[in-house]
């Protein structure tokens, strides 16, 4: 039997698997989600993943944040065509600026701490939630919802392909980390045959003129105060997985 780490990258693969028309393989996905969320429920930091606590703050990940300048550091686990899984880890009040993950499902379970999650639904579809449309546009529409606050004792959030997938994740209360699975990957250069870039947007103001909630979030460079650098997995070994999977 592998390890957790391993079961979730097997699962998560299974799970987000395409035929060539993009499709699902396995149709049945509230299953496969169901059995990934359980198994991210119980992902312990250090164990699976090489993420111990500094015993002076014992809810920070050792080593991860003393030294280290970037806002956010991101830890790569495993990506290939189907899913990418890491870890992101912010120091206290980092916050990852609104940013779109445009026609992927994703998943975010909290490791340490707590985060805050802004999340924004595009509207006006089915035309927005094409990629290529809504790329060509300055402007969005999109539906705001009531923020959500994440610790470690919840049980993942997740994202779809057309809802909740634009969102900021800043931090309450003192540093965090959470880990992400998106799938299918973002791929900026179309290396696997279409593109998918991360945009970041501004909320701008009502996009209704009754519904407060309706948004318009105009299209912006990344905030020159988000940042990210990158560490090194620690966790077991999953070298195989690479080999298997790619
Ligand atoms: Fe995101």
Same mark, same amino acid.
């Given at each position: 039997m592998g390890s957790r780490i391993e079961n979730v990258i097997r699962t998560a693969v299974h799970t987000f698997a395409t035929k060539p028309n993009g499709s699902l393989v396995n149709t049945n996905i509230n299953h496969n989600l169901n059995a990934l969320r359980q198994l991210l429920n119980e992902i312990c930091p250090n164990e699976d993943l090489g993420l111990s606590r500094n015993s002076g703050q014992p809810r920070f990940p050792l080593n991860l944040f003393t030294s280290r300048t970037a806002p956010v550091s991101y830890m790569e686990i495993f990506e290939n065509q189907t899913v990418s899984i890491g870890?992101? @880890?912010?120091?206290?009040?980092?916050? @990852?600026?609104?940013?779109?993950?445009?026609? /992927?499902?994703?998943?975010l379970k909290v490791l340490y701490g707590t985060v805050n999650v802004q999340s924004y639904s595009p509207v006006d579809l089915p035309a927005q939630t094409n990629s290529h449309s809504m790329r060509q546009s300055q402007y969005i529409k999109a539906r705001r919802f009531p923020v959500s606050c994440i610790s470690e004792?919840?049980?993942?959030? /997740?994202?779809? !392909?057309?809802?909740?997938?634009?969102?900021? @994740?800043?931090?309450?209360?003192?540093?965090a980390s959470f880990l992400d699975i998106l799938a299918p990957p973002y791929d900026p250069d179309g290396t696997c045959g279409k593109i998918r870039d991360c945009y970041y947007y501004a909320d701008v103001g009502e996009?209704?003129?009754?519904?407060?909630e309706i948004r318009l979030l105009k299209r912006t460079s990344c905030p020159s105060s988000f940042w990210c650098d990158s560490l090194a997995y620690g966790? !077991?070994? @999953?070298?195989?997985?690479?080999?298997?999977?790619h």
């Open positions: 870890v992101f @880890i912010l120091k206290e009040g980092a916050c @990852i600026p609104l940013h779109d993950h445009v026609g /992927m499902h994703g998943i004792k919840d049980s993942p959030a /997740m994202l779809s !392909p057309s809802d909740h997938n634009l969102h900021t @994740i800043g931090t309450v209360g003192g540093s996009g209704g003129p009754c519904n407060s966790g !077991p070994n @999953i070298k195989h997985l690479h080999q298997e999977f």
